[in-house]
């Protein structure tokens, strides 16, 4: 009854923070609420019994991404998200699009701790049973994460790299804007 409770009232808080995050204009504001939500995701993850996600969610998301956002407020010095005049369609189909997929790649998944999941019927039997082997690796949990899902980490890297890209040229242009301004007047 109380891990009910308690997600239920992660539920509320998350659902509270993403209208929150769509009403607000002050960007500072916007990027506070921004890692108040990242935070409780990562306390959804405890939640569902995987610290390691959510050691990283919050290292990352909470952490690092807010730093990023502080950053770049400070240095590009916008302080308010313009009010845009007219509804963007094409972006809002898209976004509906990707989420009806996602949820319709959810119909099949497994129940939350279902013991006779392929995950934990197959999988976990195979990584523990021949994973030194297969991988050369002593330790299980970094055989699994560097070898068996070393793609999944090669992307999570590439987004973190690709954000940072764009941090730098996005900081980039407004310094080039400011010299233009500063030589023009």
């Given at each position: 009854?109380?891990n009910?409770?308690?997600d239920?009232?992660?539920l509320?808080?998350l659902?509270i923070?993403?209208?929150?995050?769509?009403?607000v204009?002050?960007?500072l504001?916007?990027s506070?609420?921004?890692?108040?939500y990242?935070?409780?995701?990562?306390?959804?993850f405890?939640?569902?019994?995987?610290?390691?996600?959510?050691?990283?969610?919050?290292?990352v998301?909470?952490?690092?991404?807010?730093?990023?956002?502080?950053?770049?407020?400070?240095?590009?010095?916008?302080?308010?998200?313009?009010?845009?005049?007219?509804?963007?369609?094409i972006?809002?189909l898209?976004?509906?699009?990707?989420g009806?997929l996602?949820l319709y790649g959810?119909?099949d998944?497994?129940?939350?701790?279902?013991?006779?999941?392929?995950?934990?019927?197959?999988?976990?039997?195979?990584?523990?049973e021949?994973?030194?082997?297969e991988?050369?690796v002593?330790?299980?949990?970094?055989?699994?994460?560097a070898s068996?899902?070393g793609?999944d980490t090669?992307?999570?890297?590439t987004?973190?790299l690709?954000?940072?890209?764009?941090?730098?040229l996005?900081?980039?242009r407004?310094?080039?804007?400011r010299?233009?301004?500063?030589?023009?007047?």
């Amino acid at each position: 009854m109380i891990n009910l409770i308690i997600d239920i009232v992660l539920l509320v808080f998350l659902v509270i923070m993403a209208v929150s995050i769509l009403h607000v204009r002050n960007l500072l504001a916007v990027s506070m609420l921004f890692g108040l939500y990242s935070l409780l995701v990562a306390s959804v993850f405890m939640v569902l019994d995987a610290p390691d996600v959510a050691f990283t969610e919050a290292a990352v998301g909470t952490g690092i991404a807010t730093v990023l956002m502080l950053a770049t407020l400070a240095v590009t010095r916008v302080t308010h998200e313009k009010k845009q005049k007219r509804v963007a369609y094409i972006p809002l189909l898209i976004v509906l699009a990707t989420g009806s997929l996602l949820l319709y790649g959810t119909h099949d998944m497994s129940n939350l701790g279902d013991g006779n999941a392929p995950a934990h019927t197959h999988i976990a039997k195979r990584f523990i049973e021949q994973g030194q082997e297969e991988t050369g690796v002593p330790n299980l949990v970094t055989a699994v994460l560097a070898s068996y899902r070393g793609f999944d980490t090669l992307g999570e890297v590439t987004v973190v790299l690709t954000a940072g890209f764009g941090i730098l040229l996005l900081l980039r242009r407004n310094q080039k804007l400011r010299i233009k301004g500063v030589q023009g007047g």
